[in-house]
């Protein structure tokens, strides 16, 4: 299966239709009147339906098991045609759009079963995708493409030539991903006045994003947010929180960082861990969606 690990949850919805046509009114009669003698079409179908809702990753191998959390089935009768909508919701790294024509396609295969004793003539048309809500296609077209951004690597060790930047390297592809240009890149140590002149420094400059890796742990040398607290005018907590839950999820020793986000003007400051991985899953827990930010210093609203 597709590794879905790096993803975030969000709210997935997705509703897929099947169309049973029968061959003549009777049959559409004896429904209505729950005269088939199989039993309650409409009542059976749905719970067929629904357990192969659930059974979807048990029969198609790359689909990932979701917990579904939501599961509706419709019907509506138009002449010698039922209509059936399937409609699935989940908060999930992945969505049900297989989930939904799945449920859509057994609900008709039951409708199927349980009316060839009476009507020969019963096919099954235009099993589709209605329509899909959640995940990256939905955002992916929301943001900016001229934004730019400086990567600040705080390290003694690095700027020393002891050790070679990884994570900043990291950090650096993830924004040229998100289509963000790097304009500065540089390597500093951990001190608080070099790291505050940079950070005033390229805001007066006008650039969009400054990200600093590195020196957010618990040492005596790790003062990168301590040093951007004292001039940011602005924290954005749910940011913080955000990178520190996604991490703890992963790695148990996430809580001990102090990741920090806010603004300076119009420039988005962040603070993110400077080990490779950190620095790696911080990025991917608020990328691209943080880039809305700039809409909103815009006054612009973009809602899903």
């Given amino acids: 299966m597709v590794d879905i690990t790096h993803k975030a949850n969000t709210l997935r919805i997705a509703t897929a239709q099947a169309i049973v046509k029968?061959?003549?009114?009777?049959?559409?009669?004896?429904?209505?009147?729950?005269?088939?003698?199989?039993?309650?079409?409409?009542?059976?179908?749905?719970?067929?339906?629904?357990?192969?809702?659930?059974?979807?990753?048990?029969?198609?191998p790359d689909c990932h098991p979701i917990p579904v959390e939501y599961a509706a089935i419709d019907f509506e009768v138009n002449e010698l045609e039922i209509i059936v909508n399937c409609t699935i919701k989940t908060i999930y790294k992945t969505g049900v759009e297989v989930e939904a024509m799945h449920g859509a396609s057994v609900v008709a295969l039951n409708m199927y079963d349980m009316l060839k004793p009476i009507d020969k003539g019963v096919e099954i048309h235009h099993i589709k995708l209605l329509k899909k809500r959640g995940g990256k296609t939905d955002f992916q077209d929301r943001y900016r493409k001229d934004l730019v951004a400086a990567v600040i690597v705080c390290s003694d060790t690095i700027s020393k030539g002891e050790k070679e930047d990884q994570a900043g390297k990291e950090v650096i592809a993830k924004l040229e991903s998100c289509h963000v240009k790097v304009s500065d890149y540089q390597i500093i140590p951990d001190e608080k006045e070099i790291i505050q002149q940079k950070v005033n420094d390229l805001a007066n400059n006008k650039i969009d994003l400054i990200i600093f890796s590195g020196g957010t742990g618990l040492s005596a040398r790790d003062v990168t947010p301590d040093a951007l607290e004292e001039i940011l005018e602005r924290r954005i907590p749910g940011v913080e929180e955000v990178i520190r839950s996604y991490g703890q999820l992963r790695t148990p020793y996430s809580m001990l960082s102090r990741s920090v986000a806010g603004t300076i003007r119009d420039s988005l400051v962040?603070?993110?861990?400077?080990?490779?991985?950190?620095?790696?899953?911080?990025?991917?827990?608020?990328?691209?969606?943080?880039?809305?930010?700039?809409?909103?210093?815009?006054?612009?609203?973009?809602?899903p």
């Fill in 22 to 60: 029968v061959s003549k009114a009777e049959t559409i009669e004896a429904i209505k009147k729950d005269e088939v003698p199989k039993g309650n079409v409409f009542a059976m179908s749905k719970a067929a339906g629904l357990l192969g809702i659930k059974k979807t990753p048990e029969l198609l």
């Fill in 270 to 303: 962040l603070a993110i861990p400077g080990s490779t991985k950190g620095a790696r899953e911080s990025m991917e827990a608020i990328f691209p969606h943080i880039l809305h930010v700039f809409r909103i210093f815009k006054g612009e609203r973009h809602d």
